[in-house]
Protein backbone atom coordinates (compact mmCIF):
# COMPACT_ATOMS: atom_id res chain seq x y z
CA UNK A 1 0.00 0.00 0.00
CA UNK A 2 1.16 4.14 -1.10
CA UNK A 3 -0.16 4.99 2.19
CA UNK A 4 2.20 7.42 3.65
CA UNK A 5 0.46 8.86 6.92
CA UNK A 6 -1.33 11.60 7.51
CA UNK A 7 0.37 15.32 7.61
CA UNK A 8 -0.34 19.07 9.20
CA UNK A 9 -1.64 19.79 6.26
CA UNK A 10 -3.98 17.17 6.00
CA UNK A 11 -5.59 18.05 9.98
CA UNK A 12 -5.43 22.23 8.82
CA UNK A 13 -7.71 21.18 5.76
CA UNK A 14 -9.94 22.02 8.04
CA UNK A 15 -9.34 25.43 8.48
CA UNK A 16 -10.02 26.42 5.15
CA UNK A 17 -12.34 28.47 4.60
CA UNK A 18 -15.77 28.00 2.46
CA UNK A 19 -17.46 25.11 1.38
CA UNK A 20 -15.88 24.94 -2.05
CA UNK A 21 -12.62 25.49 -1.14
CA UNK A 22 -12.41 23.03 1.51
CA UNK A 23 -14.20 20.29 -0.52
CA UNK A 24 -11.12 20.67 -3.21
CA UNK A 25 -8.88 20.51 -0.21
CA UNK A 26 -10.30 17.34 0.96
CA UNK A 27 -10.48 15.62 -2.56
CA UNK A 28 -6.84 16.48 -2.88
CA UNK A 29 -5.00 15.82 0.21
CA UNK A 30 -7.43 13.22 2.38
CA UNK A 31 -9.42 11.63 -0.09
CA UNK A 32 -6.82 9.41 -1.37
CA UNK A 33 -5.32 8.46 1.91
CA UNK A 34 -9.07 7.25 3.09
CA UNK A 35 -9.43 5.56 -0.47
CA UNK A 36 -6.13 3.72 0.48
CA UNK A 37 -6.63 2.95 3.80
CA UNK A 38 -10.47 1.64 3.12
CA UNK A 39 -8.78 -0.48 0.69
CA UNK A 40 -6.15 -1.89 2.68
CA UNK A 41 -8.35 -2.64 5.84
CA UNK A 42 -11.72 -4.10 4.17
CA UNK A 43 -10.03 -7.31 3.88
CA UNK A 44 -8.87 -7.40 7.19
CA UNK A 45 -12.57 -6.48 8.23
CA UNK A 46 -13.86 -9.41 6.50
CA UNK A 47 -11.44 -11.58 8.08
CA UNK A 48 -12.53 -10.42 11.53
CA UNK A 49 -16.60 -10.11 11.39
CA UNK A 50 -17.12 -13.12 9.00
CA UNK A 51 -19.09 -10.15 7.12
CA UNK A 52 -18.10 -8.76 3.07
CA UNK A 53 -17.00 -5.42 4.12
CA UNK A 54 -17.54 -2.44 1.27
CA UNK A 55 -15.62 0.67 1.76
CA UNK A 56 -17.68 4.38 1.70
CA UNK A 57 -15.69 7.25 1.30
CA UNK A 58 -17.49 10.44 2.75
CA UNK A 59 -18.69 12.56 0.39
CA UNK A 60 -20.82 15.63 2.28
CA UNK A 61 -22.61 15.72 -1.08
CA UNK A 62 -25.67 17.75 1.17
CA UNK A 63 -23.74 20.47 2.03
CA UNK A 64 -24.60 23.66 0.46
CA UNK A 65 -23.20 26.46 2.84
CA UNK A 66 -21.56 24.93 5.69
CA UNK A 67 -18.06 23.50 5.26
CA UNK A 68 -17.56 19.71 6.62
CA UNK A 69 -15.53 19.96 10.53
CA UNK A 70 -14.43 16.08 9.75
CA UNK A 71 -14.33 13.44 7.29
CA UNK A 72 -14.08 9.54 7.19
CA UNK A 73 -14.04 6.62 5.33
CA UNK A 74 -16.34 3.73 6.54
CA UNK A 75 -16.81 0.23 6.06
CA UNK A 76 -20.25 -1.83 6.47
CA UNK A 77 -21.42 -5.07 4.83
CA UNK A 78 -23.94 -3.16 2.07
CA UNK A 79 -22.36 -1.59 -1.07
CA UNK A 80 -24.98 0.36 -1.20
CA UNK A 81 -24.43 2.25 2.43
CA UNK A 82 -23.32 2.42 5.59
CA UNK A 83 -25.42 4.99 7.69
CA UNK A 84 -28.66 2.33 8.20
CA UNK A 85 -26.12 -0.34 9.42
CA UNK A 86 -23.10 -0.83 12.26
CA UNK A 87 -20.53 -0.11 10.70
CA UNK A 88 -16.52 0.93 11.26
CA UNK A 89 -15.10 4.22 10.92
CA UNK A 90 -11.60 5.80 10.10
CA UNK A 91 -11.38 9.54 10.04
CA UNK A 92 -9.79 12.90 10.62
CA UNK A 93 -11.32 16.19 12.72
CA UNK A 94 -9.29 19.00 12.87
CA UNK A 95 -7.58 18.29 16.39
CA UNK A 96 -7.21 14.30 16.12
CA UNK A 97 -7.95 10.97 14.30
CA UNK A 98 -10.47 8.75 15.03
CA UNK A 99 -11.49 4.81 14.87
CA UNK A 100 -14.91 3.94 15.76
CA UNK A 101 -16.93 0.89 15.49
CA UNK A 102 -20.54 3.04 14.98
CA UNK A 103 -24.53 2.75 15.12
CA UNK A 104 -25.61 5.98 14.41
CA UNK A 105 -29.02 7.64 14.25
CA UNK A 106 -30.11 6.90 10.79
CA UNK A 107 -29.84 2.81 11.69
CA UNK A 108 -33.51 1.69 11.59
CA UNK A 109 -32.67 -1.26 13.94
CA UNK A 110 -31.46 0.86 16.61
CA UNK A 111 -33.86 -0.80 19.36
CA UNK A 112 -33.30 -4.33 18.28
CA UNK A 113 -28.94 -3.80 18.45
CA UNK A 114 -29.38 -1.97 21.51
CA UNK A 115 -31.13 -4.87 23.06
CA UNK A 116 -28.43 -7.38 21.56
CA UNK A 117 -25.57 -4.71 23.51
CA UNK A 118 -27.50 -4.88 26.68
CA UNK A 119 -27.72 -8.65 26.81
CA UNK A 120 -23.64 -8.45 26.64
CA UNK A 121 -23.13 -5.10 28.86
CA UNK A 122 -20.85 -7.38 31.18
CA UNK A 123 -18.63 -8.53 28.86
CA UNK A 124 -18.70 -4.90 26.81
CA UNK A 125 -17.63 -3.14 29.59
CA UNK A 126 -14.80 -5.69 30.88
CA UNK A 127 -12.78 -6.49 27.29
CA UNK A 128 -12.85 -2.49 25.66
CA UNK A 129 -9.45 -1.45 26.70
CA UNK A 130 -9.41 1.50 29.43
CA UNK A 131 -8.07 3.49 27.12
CA UNK A 132 -10.55 3.63 24.70
CA UNK A 133 -13.44 6.15 23.99
CA UNK A 134 -17.20 6.25 23.65
CA UNK A 135 -19.11 8.83 21.88
CA UNK A 136 -23.13 9.64 21.75
CA UNK A 137 -22.84 11.61 18.62
CA UNK A 138 -20.76 11.12 15.64
CA UNK A 139 -20.82 15.37 14.18
CA UNK A 140 -19.58 16.05 17.61
CA UNK A 141 -15.63 15.45 18.76
CA UNK A 142 -16.52 15.26 22.15
CA UNK A 143 -16.07 11.26 23.61
CA UNK A 144 -16.42 9.82 27.29
CA UNK A 145 -13.29 7.77 28.24
CA UNK A 146 -13.97 4.20 29.19
CA UNK A 147 -11.03 4.03 32.05
CA UNK A 148 -14.04 7.07 33.52
CA UNK A 149 -16.97 5.36 32.84
CA UNK A 150 -18.93 3.22 34.94
CA UNK A 151 -20.90 -0.26 33.95
CA UNK A 152 -24.25 1.76 34.65
CA UNK A 153 -23.25 4.59 32.68
CA UNK A 154 -21.89 2.65 29.94
CA UNK A 155 -25.65 1.04 29.87
CA UNK A 156 -27.39 4.58 30.29
CA UNK A 157 -25.90 4.99 26.85
CA UNK A 158 -27.25 2.28 25.34
CA UNK A 159 -30.87 2.66 26.79
CA UNK A 160 -30.55 5.80 25.12
CA UNK A 161 -29.80 4.12 21.73
CA UNK A 162 -32.74 2.35 22.36
CA UNK A 163 -35.09 4.89 23.77
CA UNK A 164 -34.03 7.90 21.77
CA UNK A 165 -34.85 8.54 17.96
CA UNK A 166 -31.52 10.57 17.49
CA UNK A 167 -29.35 8.84 19.64
CA UNK A 168 -26.24 7.36 18.14
CA UNK A 169 -23.77 4.57 19.53
CA UNK A 170 -19.85 5.31 18.61
CA UNK A 171 -16.90 2.92 20.91
CA UNK A 172 -13.51 3.10 19.51
CA UNK A 173 -9.82 4.95 20.01
CA UNK A 174 -9.18 8.69 19.27
CA UNK A 175 -5.60 9.91 18.41
CA UNK A 176 -4.17 13.25 18.73
CA UNK A 177 -3.48 15.10 15.21
CA UNK A 178 0.23 15.22 16.61
CA UNK A 179 1.12 11.59 17.82
CA UNK A 180 -0.83 10.48 14.60
CA UNK A 181 1.48 12.48 12.71
CA UNK A 182 4.32 11.05 14.09
CA UNK A 183 3.14 7.34 13.93
CA UNK A 184 3.34 7.78 10.45
CA UNK A 185 2.33 4.76 7.81
CA UNK A 186 3.13 1.76 9.55
CA UNK A 187 2.95 2.89 12.89
CA UNK A 188 -1.05 4.12 12.04
CA UNK A 189 -1.89 1.46 10.09
CA UNK A 190 -0.96 -1.08 13.89
CA UNK A 191 -2.78 1.07 15.32
CA UNK A 192 -6.26 0.93 13.18
CA UNK A 193 -5.46 -2.90 13.49
CA UNK A 194 -5.46 -3.31 17.04
CA UNK A 195 -8.47 -0.77 17.53
CA UNK A 196 -10.30 -2.93 15.22
CA UNK A 197 -9.17 -6.03 16.66
CA UNK A 198 -10.95 -4.71 19.75
CA UNK A 199 -14.23 -3.96 18.88
CA UNK A 200 -15.40 -6.41 16.31
CA UNK A 201 -16.86 -7.95 18.89
CA UNK A 202 -18.88 -5.51 19.62
CA UNK A 203 -20.02 -5.48 15.93
CA UNK A 204 -20.48 -9.29 15.83
CA UNK A 205 -22.71 -8.59 18.93
CA UNK A 206 -25.01 -5.70 17.38
CA UNK A 207 -25.30 -7.91 14.15
CA UNK A 208 -26.07 -11.07 16.10
CA UNK A 209 -22.65 -12.94 14.37
CA UNK A 210 -21.02 -15.95 15.73
Known amino acids: MDFKGFTEEDFNV ?31 LNVLTGDEMFVHIAKHARRTVNPPKDTWVAFANNPRGYKMLPHFQIGLWHTHLFIWFAVIYEAPQKE ?6 SKKLTKIFKEIPKEFAWSA ?15 EELK ?15 CGYTID ?3 AIAL ?27
Open 177 to 179: REA
Open 14 to 44: FLVAGLENRMEALKTSIRPKLEQLGHHFAPA
Open 137 to 151: DHTKPDTFSHREMSK
Open 184 to 210: GSEGLINEIENVFQKVAPIYKIACNLK
Open 156 to 170: GLIDRLQTVKKAELL
Open 112 to 117: VIAERL
